[in-house]
């Protein structure tokens, strides 16, 4: 079962580049998260979208911009990233932000930033 | 403050052994939910568990079980005759009410199963 979907599942890009990555789920969920997984550290919360409203900023720098347009898809853009960015980008959602509910999550996104 | 320690930073065994990776929480909360994942090379993380801090009842599923003791806040996680396809990277991770389902997860284990 592939309840969330992220594409592309790799990416090359350089510092001045701007790409989006996509996140899709298919779990009738209300809320939508960003999260970063960097080598040999914990996994950092980035983003939550609870019904298409950012309702958590974890001091993401500005380079990183999501949207999420509806309750379904959520995007995480990308522009003038630095090396240190390159990470796996993991997209989960739960059923509501409000409690504590079990998050499903994505494969993620391998991003490189040469 | 919440967190989660998973001390052990990667186990080996051979094949059929039993393995417990160790999960220790921390939280002033008295509501909160507790959960295991894992993290194939593959990249995904895949949802093992979530129990809630008022049922400290064992849970086993197949070959995995699951020990929660709030008196020494930990939610240990045992699999019982391992297997070459269990090797990944479990993590433990802490959620509580009120905090827009924030997780606070551990460090992770990796777990190595040798054929």
């Known amino acids: 079962e592939t309840g969330v979907t992220q594409t592309p599942r790799h990416l090359v890009m350089g510092m001045t580049n701007k790409k989006s990555l996509k996140c899709e789920q298919h779990?009738?969920?209300?809320?939508m998260y960003w999260y970063k997984q960097s080598a040999k550290k914990p996994l950092e919360l980035m983003f939550v979208?609870?019904?298409?409203?950012?309702?958590e900023n974890n001091s993401v720098p500005s380079r990183f911009s999501p949207e999420c347009p509806n309750s379904s898809h959520l995007f995480l853009h990308l522009h003038t990233l630095q090396p240190e960015d390159s990470a796996l980008y993991l997209c989960?959602?739960?059923?509501?932000?409000?409690?504590?509910?079990?998050?499903?999550f994505g494969p993620g996104t391998r991003l490189l930033v040469l | 403050a919440q967190k989660v320690t998973q001390a052990q930073t990667e186990i080996s065994v051979v094949e059929k052994e039993d393995v417990t990776l160790d999960c220790v929480y921390e939280?002033?909360?008295?509501?909160?939910?507790l959960f295991w994942y894992k993290q194939p090379p593959s990249g995904e993380l895949v949802f093992l568990i979530r129990?809630?801090?008022?049922?400290?009842q064992n849970e086993i599923s197949g070959r995995y079980s699951w020990n929660f003791q709030k008196s020494t806040s930990s939610f240990n996680f045992t699999i019982t005759a391992s297997q070459v396809v269990d090797s990944a990277v479990y993590f433990c991770?802490?959620?509580?009410?009120?905090?827009?389902?924030?997780?606070?997860f551990g460090s992770g284990t990796k777990l190595n199963v040798k054929p």
């Open positions: 989960a959602s739960s059923q509501e932000a409000g409690g504590t509910e079990t998050q499903y």
């Open positions: 779990l009738g969920h209300n809320a």
């Open positions: 979208y609870s019904l298409e409203e950012r309702v």
């Open positions: 939280t002033r909360d008295t509501t909160y939910y």
């Open positions: 129990r809630n801090s008022f049922d400290e």
């Open positions: 991770a802490l959620s509580v009410e009120d905090n827009f389902n924030k997780f606070y």
